[in-house]
């Protein structure tokens, strides 16, 4: 809905219309106001960028339309504060917004990820302190005022508007004299809160903008009557006057040599790039030389962006053209790393290209595969050197990372040694890689098992891997959603092939038992050959029926009964489950198959038991309820709930006569 339809407006074009903000922005301002963030001085950081994007925007604009800026062609950020008057002013001589654009994109929220996701905040308290994760943009401004007003004119054009509120639910909007107007641009005023009077200091203001904003690439100055600055004493005024100091020179940070930038100044412009909050756990800067010149200044964040699993899987990676921004909206990366943030340079492209030509450009698709390439080998050099760095990356971004593996077949044998498990080796306590899964593999193993579910503790508990456990067998855990798509497509991995513990026989008697097991073997060898394994499962497929598609002794087990594992040709069941959870629909189950544990003293009792004559009727609530029971197991309900309850209650009071 456009907030425009909530005008209360009157005729009258030179009076203020009033405009209600959109729903999410109203809730947005609320947590603002309520203190979200702990840290206020970000607010200055987001008004900086914004002014800075309209520099660049403009400055983008005007090469096909240099009358733009012909009159004003530097670039500023001017900042002016007056702590008597209690204002704090941003104002810079970028693209500016007309009456349309301002009621837009200062009432709305642009972003469907971010709309859907404060939507999805409420008054939950541990959403509020999400959100403090992200850059919001200009609405935090009124954590520190308690009125705002932005008065703009857009570049070429020849009316000026003035967008005011108390950031309480509405906006409004009147038209301004050009003269009380910038000649370009935006001069965004903030009122500040009493308590929040120290914005209004030029050492306050100083310390933030070289903190947050120093290197982006539009210079700022601020402008502040001449008094006191840090150090000095209070009241140590100057009569009158303003004195103009320069906090940034402009110089794009990428264009600078790398031995000449600290670490903080990448963090610095990390912030700026990436509108979060963390610190990057992987800065990538260098030059390319060669086909095409072009310049990389990359970060891969250490925490996640909440829109990570946004549909539509955009990344945000800035393209410039000889220090001009271009856009931040094209694919410079493949999705599978569209959590990187940062700034590609390109030497060789003509500044002018259309949005649809930069789509398919040629030198974009280099960049693109050569950006792509080293950003792998710099996961794969901080896998074997700082396994703790990449562990946290992988944390954040592996089911990402792991999208690659089938959308990237040209890059898929490097992702795999890159992707990291959950296993049973240790109980999912650290990160497993294929190497370290083939290099414990065991004597006459010759396939890599995985196990997938809905989580990591549901595989853990789950019966099919207790004949894996028993002969110390790692099984990789697989519980992301995009597991079920990628493991399908990979064949294997050192010419291991994958092999899922849920489907076909499990390829497990050629693999001895540990030996401290070796005594149980022995003593569950004579249990075993007190279970008649054919009548055990000739009475279970007869009762069972079409439930089932076979039913088979199994290795498998070694302290459940039972278990339902797929048929030798069928889909895995947990993947089928997590396509299903994917797609959003149910899935269309195979019969599967259903293994009895020979050992296990009920199906040793329920073996006598059948040779024992005429007792087959009163056994068949157990055969039902084992299979129920391995439903459960994986994660199911009955498909009769009643009929199950009965069978229990029946079954519990023979055990209780
Ligand atoms: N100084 C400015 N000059 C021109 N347009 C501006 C200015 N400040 C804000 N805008 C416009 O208002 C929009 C909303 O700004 P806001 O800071 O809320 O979000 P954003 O910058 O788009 O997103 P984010 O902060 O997440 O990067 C901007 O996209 C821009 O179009």
Redesign the pocket.
Known sequence: MSSSENTTATTDASAPETHAFQAEVARLLHLMVHSVYSNKDIFLR??V???A??CE?LRHEAVTRPELTRDDPDFAIRLEADKDKRLLI?A?N????SRE?MVS??GT???SG?RAFIDSLGDNKDGSALIGQ??????SAFMVADEVE?I?RAAGEDSAWCWRSDGLGAFSIEPVELNAAPAR??R?VLHLKEDTAEYAEPAKIERIVRAYSAHVPVPIVLLAPKEATEGEDDGAATEGGTEERQLADGTALWTRPKSDISEEEYKEFYGHVS?QFDDPALTLHYRAEGRHEYSVLVFLPSMAPFDLFDPDRKGRVKLYVRRVFIADDIDLLPAWLRFARGVIDSADLPLNLSREMLQTNPVLESIRKGVTNRIVSELQKLAKNDAETFNTIWENFGPVLKEGLYEDAERRDKLLELVRFRSSADNGASWRSLADYVGAMKENQTQIFYATGASQEAIASSPHLEGFRARGVEVLYLADPVDAFWIQMVQGFEGKPFQSVTQGAAALDEIPAESADADKDEADKESDSATDIGLVTAFLKETLGDKVSDVRASARLSESPVCLVAPEHGPDRQLEKLMARQKGAGAGMFAPVLEFNPKHALVTSLSGRLGAEGSKDDLADMAFLLFDQALILDGEAPSDAAAFARRLASVMQRGLA
């Open positions: 987001e008004l960028s914004n002014a994007d309209a925007r941003v810079d970028g693209s500016g917004m654009e994109n200062l929220i642009a972003r971010t992200f850059g919001v943009g200009f609405y932005v703009s641009g935006t965004v509108g």
